[in-house]
């Protein structure tokens, strides 16, 4: 009978666990970005990877938010940091729990300074490659793995400086290797972000490209805006545009 009663009740929570996923999804989808972090907050203390991972990406998406005041922000990219690691724990194959992981360090080390971030870049890098293996269709892991590459190929002397201090071989990329990346990203999932256009566009400016960038940039200038963030890419890429 006991056997019976735990097997009901597993089924139950893994039941309970599917709609609470099922409805964050719905409202992740839907732009409701304060409503998403309100129902999964109150399953912070939860078992399951999936909700974990996913309340990772609402506090940082709710951090990102105008509206957010700076310490409030401040709180959520640490409390983001918290559950991302912990989904970690809980399932070491999950591939979003991964990338999120990665994700939230390096917005950790905006707060840590530069000596920190430079510090936590092979670890991030290690995270994003591990998504990547998990599942080679995620664009999204993908390109972030291109931007890390962006970072470090126009990563400024004084930190470089600061990298060869904290490491015997420093990390260092390519504008080449960030835009195989990018076009990487692009076949797995066309058009699935605006900033994969808008990436393209820079890394084939850094390269001297200006046909490419120029095909690039346009198509991140008339990307749909749904999002704060859609409309930030239109903006920088309608500057770049004109600066060519």
């Excluded at 994003?128 to 664009?139: G, S």
Aim: glycine share 2%.
């Amino acid at each position: 009978l006991h056997t019976i009663c735990f097997s009901v009740s597993t089924t139950l929570i893994l039941f309970l666990v599917a709609e609470v996923i099922e409805q964050a999804d719905y409202l992740y989808g839907s732009g409701e970005t304060e409503k998403l972090y309100r129902l999964l907050v109150q399953h912070k203390n939860s078992e399951d990877a999936e909700l974990l991972w996913r309340l990772a990406r609402a506090s940082r998406d709710l951090a990102q938010l105008s509206s957010t005041s700076a310490e409030e922000k401040r709180q959520l990219v640490y409390e983001a940091l918290e559950y991302a690691k912990k989904a970690l724990e809980k399932n070491e194959s999950n591939f979003a729990a991964h990338k999120w992981y990665a994700i939230c360090i390096s917005d950790v080390g905006d707060y840590e300074g530069i000596k920190v971030k430079i510090a936590n870049a092979f670890v991030i890098k290690e995270h994003f490659q591990r998504a990547i293996e998990l599942n080679p269709k995620d664009a999204t892991s993908i390109h972030l793995m291109g931007i890390w590459c962006y970072s470090f190929a126009e990563m400024p002397w004084y930190q470089r400086k600061i990298a060869a201090m904290l490491f015997a071989t420093p990390p260092t990329s390519t504008y080449q290797e960030a835009l195989r990346y990018f076009h990487m990203a692009e076949e797995a999932d066309p058009n699935f972000y605006s900033k994969n256009l808008l990436f393209l566009g820079k890394a084939y400016l850094k390269l001297n490209n200006k046909k490419m960038a120029l095909l690039w940039l346009s198509k991140a200038k008339d990307y749909p805006a749904h999002t704060e963030e859609d409309k930030q890419v239109q903006k920088e890429a309608l500057e770049l545009l004109n600066s060519i």
